[in-house]
């Protein structure tokens, strides 16, 4: 079992940034992979980011040119920067890893995981 740990939200004012951490959680694990989703109110989960094993990114056009992922050297932690920020942005913000997306030493792990969650309030 990996716990990703997610820290970095908060309220902020529009226009202004933010940014969220994803680490999992144990000393033999690292990132190969991460989504970021996001779930406004009363709307469903939306994949805003995302940053593939061939260290490739790929955004949603609602946010292309304002948020960046990016990861860690030594691939601990994943990261969303995200910059310009609206009040459509609002919402609880979930890393994603998929199948494949971590390993632990050499092995890969086969499992999807979930960080807990993360909510971020742009203010108008």
């Known amino acids: 079992q990996v716990d990703l740990i997610e820290s970095g939200g908060g309220l902020v004012q529009t226009g202004g940034s933010l940014r969220l951490s994803c680490v999992a959680d144990?000393?033999?694990?690292?990132?190969?992979?991460v989504n970021w989703y996001r779930q406004g109110p009363g709307t469903g989960r939306e994949l805003v980011a995302s940053?593939?094993?061939?260290?490739?990114?790929n955004y949603a056009a609602s946010v292309k040119g304002r948020f960046a992922v990016s990861r860690d050297q030594n691939r601990k932690g994943v990261y969303l920067q995200m910059n310009l920020l609206e009040p459509e942005d609002t919402g609880v913000y979930l890393c994603?890893?998929?199948?494949?997306?971590?390993?632990?030493?050499?092995?890969?792990?086969?499992?999807?995981?979930w960080g807990q969650g993360n909510q971020v309030t742009v203010a108008s």
């Open positions: 994603h890893t998929p199948p494949g997306g971590i390993v632990s030493g050499s092995n890969i792990l086969i499992s999807e995981y």
């Open positions: 144990g000393d033999t694990f690292a990132i190969r992979a």
């Open positions: 940053l593939t094993m061939d260290g490739s990114t």
